[in-house]
């Protein structure tokens, strides 16, 4: 069992959750600034966790029992996410958990709290190191909420493009960029990726896109050609790319290692992954995606 520390910083009440999973000292800013515009934009709560991950050879009560160093470290990035959440109108709250499993107890927290969305780095999705088990590849494919996983250190989101093909993970883009319009100004622009001959039809879907999303102001982009390549190209002129998640499952892939965007992780711009669960059939869960 994972011990757990719970350190309250904000009332309880029964609005949604946002949680945002922290590791690193470096990251946590940009992270608390994401999951506090999302959490505006939700009306939710802020909940900042720290997922201290354990040896396997050290037992988590002897972790436990020296916990002055763990303490100390903890409280220093904690209090930094609550000082960094301050703007924000989310109240917050906070928790340390120590484990051995790492993003699985990332998982298990976003189910205990019946998290609304959950808000983690990249290196995060690699807390179970090189050792991915088949359950934890299952449990990445069977998200409880939302996931929006940030490769980049910094978050100047003056200029945010979203590309989008569609489907539930670019709604998911599409909230994130009107929040982040709404906390900070953000300019949106939209992407939308055809073939040649399909220019006219691509440019209708974006407008209709944009317009049932709420971003029929954005500036508009149809490019042709190969998606992640010109994801890429366009992508070097923004402050941010909010990409969704492909069929596949974009967490899923992160945590096998395997992520097939090199375009996009070529990237100088920070990049925020973005993942809607969606309902899986018995015949994917046993068989798994073709």
């Not at 042709?224 to 899923?252: H, K, M, N, P, Q």
Request: glycine share 8%; net charge negative; hydrophobic share 45%.
């Amino acid at each position: 069992m994972p011990h757990s520390d719970d350190r309250p910083t904000g009332r309880a009440d029964d609005r949604p959750v946002v949680m945002v999973a922290l590791s690193n000292p470096r990251t946590e800013a940009a992270l608390v600034a994401l999951a506090g515009a999302v959490a505006d934009s939700r009306d939710a709560r802020l909940l900042a966790v720290h997922v201290v991950t354990v040896p396997d050879q050290t037992s988590l009560e002897n972790a436990a029992a020296n916990r002055e160093r763990l303490d100390r470290s903890s409280a220093e990035l904690l209090s930094a996410a609550v000082a960094d959440a301050a703007p924000f109108d989310a109240p917050v709250e906070t928790k340390t958990i120590l484990s051995h499993r790492g993003i699985e107890e990332v998982f298990d927290a976003a189910r205990a709290t019946g998290a609304d969305a959950v808000v983690m780095g990249y290196g995060g999705a690699r807390f179970a190191g090189g050792r991915v088990e088949g359950s934890l590849d299952e449990l990445a494919r069977d998200l409880p909420c939302d996931f929006l996983v940030f490769d980049g250190r910094r978050l100047d989101p003056a200029d945010v493009l979203v590309p989008t093909a569609g489907g539930p993970s670019s709604d998911l883009s599409a909230e994130v960029a009107l929040a982040l319009r709404e906390a900070v100004g953000a300019e949106v622009s939209l992407l939308h990726v055809v073939e040649e001959s399909d220019e006219a039809a691509g440019r209708e879907f974006l407008a209709d896109w944009a317009e049932g999303h709420g971003l029929g102001d954005a500036d508009l982009r149809v490019e042709t050609g190969d998606v992640e390549a010109a994801i890429g190209r366009v992508g070097e002129g923004y402050d941010l790319v909010i990409v969704g998640a492909t069929e596949r499952g974009l967490l899923s892939r992160i945590v096998r290692g395997s992520l097939a965007l090199a375009a996009v992780e070529a990237l100088d711009t920070p990049v925020l992954l973005a993942e809607r669960p969606t309902p899986r059939s018995l015949r994917d869960r046993l068989f798994g995606d073709r």
